[in-house]
């Protein structure tokens, strides 16, 4: 590895670095973007166990306000699909995430639809804080699982990474 980019991941995985990097990671992976903000979280923990639970409320906090960004570039969204025709299948899954209402941003952490299910939610003009409130739950839940797993399966140090 470059020894820049060995120098660059050493200041980001500082404790005053780590969480603000986590948070960007967190939230730019919460857009539409495939990312995922996983790793970075286990990284900054496994390099400082003491910032576990910052790590994981900073990267809940960037992760839910990147849904809430997707909320409302869905609410925008509505107004230029508004007009067009659905598929059945859509008009399905509309029909579903209607009769959940805001309850169904809890599911904002599954891969692949969490993050269009947030856009969806405000295409959708769900109210916006208990839909924000069901993210960061179900957001809060992932980290804290994906985080405390990766740290049971690997407990030594990082020496597998290099």
């Excluded at 995985?13 to 973007?33: C, H, M, N, R």
């Excluded at 990267?59 to 598929?87: I, K, Q």
Aim: proline share 7%; aromatic share 12%.
């Amino acid at each position: 590895m470059p020894d820049w980019l060995t120098q660059l991941l050493a200041l980001l995985a500082l404790p005053e670095y780590g969480l603000s990097t986590v948070a960007v990671v967190s939230f730019i992976s919460a857009t539409l973007l495939p990312m995922g903000s996983e790793p970075a979280v286990f990284g900054l923990v496994k390099l400082n166990p003491d910032l576990f639970w910052p790590a994981i409320l900073v990267a809940t906090a960037g992760n839910t306000a990147g849904g809430a960004l997707d909320w409302w570039l869905g609410r925008g969204a509505l107004a230029l699909v508004e007009h067009r025709r659905h598929s059945t299948v859509h008009v399905k899954a509309l029909d579903w995430l209607e009769r959940l209402g805001p309850k169904a941003c809890l599911l904002s952490w599954l891969p692949v639809i969490g993050d269009p299910l947030c856009t969806v939610a405000g295409w959708l003009k769900m109210p916006f804080w208990p839909c924000v409130g069901y993210m960061a739950i179900g957001k809060f839940l992932r980290y804290l699982v994906m985080t405390a797993g990766l740290l049971h399966l690997f407990p030594g140090g990082l020496s597998w990474v290099s």
